[in-house]
């Protein structure tokens, strides 16, 4: 059972880079196949796709977002993070980290979300 779960400061002002962590316990970020994302939702809104960094390392990026964001990994610690750059307050969402197979449709593994408002 796989078990993610965010972390990041809740409040971040306008301008400034958003940056979350997910950390991963009881499977392997390099697991073969494995594909880690980020989501997020805005108040009263749907949920976002916004990237993915896949087993291998290679990474992929909701287009609407990729010239604001970054996906990077440290496997020592088996965690994912999630870079925001030059942020508004169009940003303040629940943001989620998700697990699944690159070849799946659904995810299986979700983190339990955490509240970014971005607010001077």
């Known amino acids: 059972q796989v078990q993610l779960q965010e972390s990041g400061p809740g409040l971040v002002k306008p301008s400034q880079t958003l940056s979350l962590t997910c950390t991963a316990s009881g499977g392997s970020i390099t697991t073969k196949y494995s594909a880690w994302s980020w989501i997020r939702q805005p108040p009263g809104k749907g949920l976002e796709w916004m990237g993915v960094?896949?087993?291998?390392?290679?990474?992929y990026y909701n287009p609407s977002l990729k010239s604001r964001t970054s996906i990077s990994r440290d496997t020592s610690k088996n965690q994912f993070s999630l870079h925001v750059a030059s942020v508004t307050p169009e940003d303040t969402a629940v943001y989620f980290c998700?697990?699944?197979?690159?070849?799946?449709?659904?995810?299986?593994?979700w983190g339990q979300g955490t509240q970014v408002t971005v607010s001077s």
């Open positions: 998700a697990l699944k197979r690159v070849t799946a449709r659904n995810y299986e593994y």
């Open positions: 960094i896949a087993y291998d390392g290679s990474t």
